[in-house]
């Protein structure tokens, strides 16, 4: 096994085990509380001398110093924009770490990292936001965005403005320049929509229209229908269809979907569904199905997701394709439960 390949098992395998180290971690932390009434005793000074519990302190004390500089950094732009004193009003600036792993029979290995988030500027304009991330959805195929496989990792940064609500209709205009030489510029108009048909049917509807002047102009629509079945559980039939003007593809998706609710920052889906486009001719190509598990592992900033799938790809001769993802995501703010953002 060469170097490069036992790094990257070691890694994976030192992700696989955060969840239970963290777990092992706030057990010792709630003996160590049941315990402190007691005389000092063996197990009390075993417990004080556990590493691992101290270096989980030590990160918790590095985020939550970053979370305030990013807090910070987005108040004092809105300050100065505003050309007002300084304000005590809850910023919602943010930063998001993700890491994410997979292993599968095709393709073996794959990891990537990325970092996204947004300056909020409340007072220097009602509507408006400071955006930067690391990745970019319009440029990532279909499959690639519905299998949470490779993202683009070009930086791109600007403003968003969202106009008020109106009729369950939202408007957003994103305006701003891809990282890339040469500079490449965006627009974005995004469009949402959402109404409740009866008492256990909601419709939404997600529209994108993009430019960028490098790559051309696009489009992606996604239209949905949800269903309550109970207060933890709810179906969902989804269809979506993007289209790349440069390149003339057309790509469409559809899936069918359960969602339950396991506690307050704790979720699974159960998925299927197929994939396909019109070149080099129109037909479904994959077909897929997979669970994704979401749990806040510790407090709300540290989120990890167990995606166990299954393939079945025309490119491989439709033979199965087991695979297995961990995604690892650090949130950095100071606004209450950025979990699910």
């Not at 009003?89 to 290995?109: E, P, T």
């Not at 806040?296 to 989120?303: N, R, S």
């Amino acid at each position: 096994m060469g170097r490069k390949k036992l790094a990257q098992t070691s890694w994976l395998l030192t992700l696989l085990c955060l969840p239970t180290a963290i777990a092992w971690a706030q057990d010792a932390e709630d003996l160590s509380q049941t315990a402190q009434d007691d005389e000092p005793g063996l197990i009390s000074r075993a417990l004080d001398e556990l590493p691992l519990d101290r270096t989980l302190e030590w990160l918790e004390e590095q985020r939550d110093d970053m979370s305030r500089r990013v807090t910070n950094m987005g108040r004092s732009v809105d300050d100065w924009l505003a050309g007002d004193i300084e304000s005590a009003d809850i910023n919602q600036s943010y930063l998001r770490i993700r890491f994410n792993q997979r292993v599968g029979r095709h393709d073996a290995y794959f990891s990537n990292a990325r970092i996204s988030g947004r300056l909020d500027l409340p007072r220097a304009s009602e509507r408006w936001k400071l955006i930067f991330e690391s990745e970019n959805r319009e440029q990532n195929s279909l499959r690639d965005q519905r299998l949470s496989n490779i993202n683009s990792s070009e930086f791109t940064g600007g403003f968003s403005y969202e106009h008020p609500e109106r009729n369950g209709w939202r408007f957003n205009h994103d305006v701003g320049v891809r990282g890339r030489i040469p500079l490449d510029v965006f627009y974005r108009l995004r469009t949402r929509y959402g109404v409740d048909i009866n008492e256990d049917w909601y419709v939404g509807l997600n529209n994108r229209i993009f430019y960028y002047h490098n790559e051309g102009w696009g489009q992606d629509t996604r239209l949905f229908f949800t269903r309550r079945i109970s207060e933890d559980w709810n179906f969902r039939i989804e269809s979506e269809v993007n289209y790349e003007h440069k390149y003339r593809l057309t790509e469409f998706a559809q899936s069918f979907s359960l969602h339950q609710q396991l506690a307050e920052r704790e979720s699974m889906i159960y998925e299927i569904g197929l994939l396909g486009q019109n070149r080099p001719e129109s037909e479904v190509d994959s077909y897929y199905a997979q669970m994704l598990y979401r749990k806040a592992i510790y407090e709300d900033w540290l989120v990890m997701e167990v995606v166990p799938q299954l393939l079945f790809e025309y490119r491989y001769d439709w033979e199965p394709d087991p695979r297995v993802q961990l995604n690892l995501e650090v949130y950095f703010f100071e606004f209450g439960n950025a979990v699910n953002d």
